[in-house]
Structure formats: C-alpha cells, structure tokens
C-alpha cells in the first residue's frame, strides 16, 4: 500500500483525494491546505484522513510515499522540489512549473533521488484522446493537416494566470501525447477586456516540421460551454466533442483526392472523397482514475510516466513562448527541437 499525502484542497484537490482514496493500492495519510475551511471539508467527507495547514507535516510523515501538488502554479517548484528531496515520489497538477528552469531543475532532482515525477495531463488518460492516439499512430488518418480545437467557457477566471496557461494547457499536452511530435514555433494573439485580470481571449496557431498547423482558440468570456477538437488527416478526419454524453468521437471517412493524370489536366486537380462516419465504443473508466493507477504503477515497476518531467517541461516550454508571442502581437517563436 502507497501512502500518499496531497497538498491543496481547492478545485482540483478533491479529485486527487477521491481517486486516491478509490484506489486499491493506495491510501491518502494526509491532506494539507491553508485555509481551515478546506481542512474541515475534507474531516466532514474523510474522517480517517488527517488534515494539517503546515506541508513540512507531510514531507516529515514517514508513511507518505508521495505526494500530489494540487496548489497554483506559481508554488508547484517549491513543493515538488521539497517532495523530491525528502524522497518523496510526486504527481504535480498541470502545469507543471511556471518556467522551463525550474522544470529542468524538478527532472534532475528526480534523477538525483531514483524518484517518479510525473505532472497531471489528465486529458492524456482519458479514453477518449487515447483513442485519438491510437488512430494516428496506426495511420488511420494519413497524414495530419490540421488540429483544431475551441476550449472556451464563462469562467472560472484566474488571477495568477491567463487563460493559456489555465486552458490552453491541455491541448498542448494533447498534442505533444496524439502526435508525438513537438511545434517548431508558436504564435498566439489576445485580450483582456476585464480590467486588472490577465489576458482572458487567445488564439494560438503552432507550426510543425512536417507540415502540420494547430489552432487553438481558448475564452473565459464566452456564453457558452464549448469544448470541440477537429483532426483532419489524408484519409479520414476525427471530431471529438468532450461534452458528449455518448459517441464523443466521430470518425468521417472524409477527404480531398488530388491527382496530376495529364489525362484529367482539364479537370480540377482536387476531388473530394465522402465515406461512412463511425463512433468507436470507448472505455468509461475516469481518465484521473487511470492515471492514478500509472503513477501507482510507476512507482512500483520503475517505469517512466507517460506524462513525466520531461512531457511537462515541453508544454511549460510552449506555454511559455504562446506567452513571449502574446506580449510581441503574434510574433511567432521559433522553438529548439
């Protein structure tokens, strides 16, 4: 049995303490967090689980063998790093640092201890993008165009951080996971239309080696709930609806033909292709639940997360040139591979 200690009570803590608790293999010693009415939640729903607002509590307690950084971001290096050196494994919430230094500086701490980092893409673990993944790595579309994807909502707005790094931050990590391939630069427009608030409206465009082109369009403005994904690829094309209670993804055997028979030269070079659409059945299982379940496994085999240190400093690295665009209009930022 793994004991674990999570740290912050907030949005996304709870989650961590649920699936943590549900899971076979390991139990939650302790919870942490500032604010006494969050520690008197977590007494009402988890009687067994002690509470404390002083985090060296849980980097003292030897019966914690991780720990789950669930604070906002601009605490998440000081909390890992602290875990990391005490000897704790750590599962830190997205993202995973503030800069891509203080990534480098986590991974080689990780290194150093014989330690799991592993950062929280939840989108990663749920069937529904690793049904994606499986379609492009078996090249069932052909080659990808395009990504594009709306991510847009009223709320919650964030005062430590614009909506790129709140939102954004999830199709990065998706991508970096579906295609496996890192953007060779990155342009990203913006606004702030709410006084003293960072910028709540993005357009993101990322450019990659092999022609690919994502755009993301993320909003903390908008009246209503969105959040679509489009793939589009030589032979097929994917649209992934997240709000969908059912058939999330749909597959569209849909396309464009282009051929240079001189025979056809009077015809139009482009044809379009119109085929069947199918809805692949996916797996139920809550996508926290299943990495949790990888982090468990991790730590007992040894094995490297798919969504370790070095997956979380790729998107900090791209979270942090969107935001170097963001400041210059746009300009693009080019990336080293």
Known sequence: MIGVGVVGFGYWGPNLVRNFSEAEA???????????????????????????????????????????????????????????????????????????DQARRLIAAAQRRNRVLMVDHTFVYTPAIRKIHDLVAANELGKIYYYDSIRVNLG??????????????????????????????????????????????????????????AHINVNWLAPVKIRQILVGGSHKMIVYDDLEPSEKIKVYDKGVTITDDPEKIYQLRIGYRAGDMSAPQLGNREGLAVEVEHFVDCITTGCAPQTDGVAGMRVVELLEAASRSLKQRGRPIELKE
Request: glycine share 4%.
């Open 26 to 100: 390991t139990r939650v010693m302790a919870v942490c967090d500032r604010r006494a009415e969050s520690l008197a939640t977590v007494n009402r729903r988890y009687p067994s689980i002690r509470t404390t607002p002083n985090f060296k509590d849980l980097l003292d307690d030897s019966s914690i063998d991780a720990i789950a950084v669930a604070t906002p971001v601009r605490s998440h290096f000081e909390l890992a790093l602290a875990a990391l050196e005490c000897g704790k494994h750590v599962l830190v919430e997205k993202p995973m640092t503030e800069t891509t």
């Open 156 to 213: 919650l707005f964030q005062h430590d951080v614009n909506v790129i790094w709140d939102l954004a931050v999830h199709d990065f990590s998706i991508l970096e996971y579906v295609l496996g391939e890192h953007p060779v630069a990155v342009s990203a427009n913006g606004a702030s239309p709410v006084q003293q608030s960072p910028e709540s409206i993005a357009y993101i465009s990322l450019f990659f080696a092999e022609g690919t082109i």
